[in-house]
């Protein structure tokens, strides 16, 4: 069965709205999570490092203050997209390691109006 | 220069064909190597890890060049359900930070 949850599973806002989109680990703790962006036909980008207890880390060229990252607890991880823009359209993922293993979420599909 | 690249396909082969590809990746630093299996519009899952002296895992052998810096993958007896992308990962810390590359698109035909 799933080791990582995702919610909500698809999400449509209009442009300027804020989105937030949750991560959980199942079953198990994960001090640390990624969250990742996949365009159409792209790679998944990785934007940042979620890491419970402390600030998260931002990969080159991702705006900390438009994604906004809170690690809540060992098994939730929350990205906030802020103020978003049909730019933001994209399919949002989230991973936590386990026993060696990335385990993927079964992403989010953003868009935006 | 992209961290990891591969060929996009896609690869149309019959069922039963043997369908081949690879990686190539720009890091020589780069410590761990992964093959992920993504379906349409779901999340990527591991197929199989990448070890230096090769591994094969049922119908699915994986290579590693260090020298060349590329990664292989390459499906034997290839069944409908083998239809997907397939993702090639390469990790440069050791850790868990991975890069990915954009995918090679694999479609098996009745």
């Known amino acids: 069965g799933a080791v990582v949850s995702q919610h909500p599973s698809r999400v449509i806002c209009k442009s300027g709205t804020s989105v937030k989109i949750e991560c959980r680990s199942l079953?198990?703790?994960?001090?640390?999570m990624f969250w990742y962006r996949q365009f159409p036909k792209q790679s998944l980008m990785l934007m940042a490092t979620?890491?419970?207890?402390?600030?998260?880390?931002?990969e080159q060229g991702v705006e900390k203050d438009k994604f906004l990252i809170n690690h809540a607890s060992l098994t939730l991880s929350t990205l906030t997209v802020t103020s978003a823009h049909p730019e933001d359209s994209s399919f949002y993922i989230c991973s936590a390691p386990r026993q060696g293993e990335q385990f993927f979420g079964p992403g989010t599909r953003l868009t935006v109006l | 220069r992209k961290e990891v690249e591969q060929d996009p396909g896609p690869f149309n082969v019959p069922e039963g064909a043997t369908v081949a590809f690879n990686c190539t990746y720009s890091n020589s630093a780069s410590q761990s190597f992964f093959w992920y299996r993504q379906d349409c519009r779901k999340e990527p899952k591991l197929l199989m890890s990448v070890y230096s002296s090769g591994n094969e895992d049922g119908r699915f052998t994986a290579q590693l060049n260090r020298a060349s810096q590329y990664i292989s993958l390459l499906i034997r007896d290839s069944k409908l359900s083998d239809s997907a992308t397939y993702l090639c990962v390469v990790s440069f810390r050791g850790g868990y930070k991975l890069s990915f590359g954009a995918g090679t698109t694999v479609t098996v035909r009745a």
């Open positions: 979620s890491n419970e207890g402390s600030k998260a880390t931002y």
């Open positions: 079953d198990f703790q994960a001090t640390t």
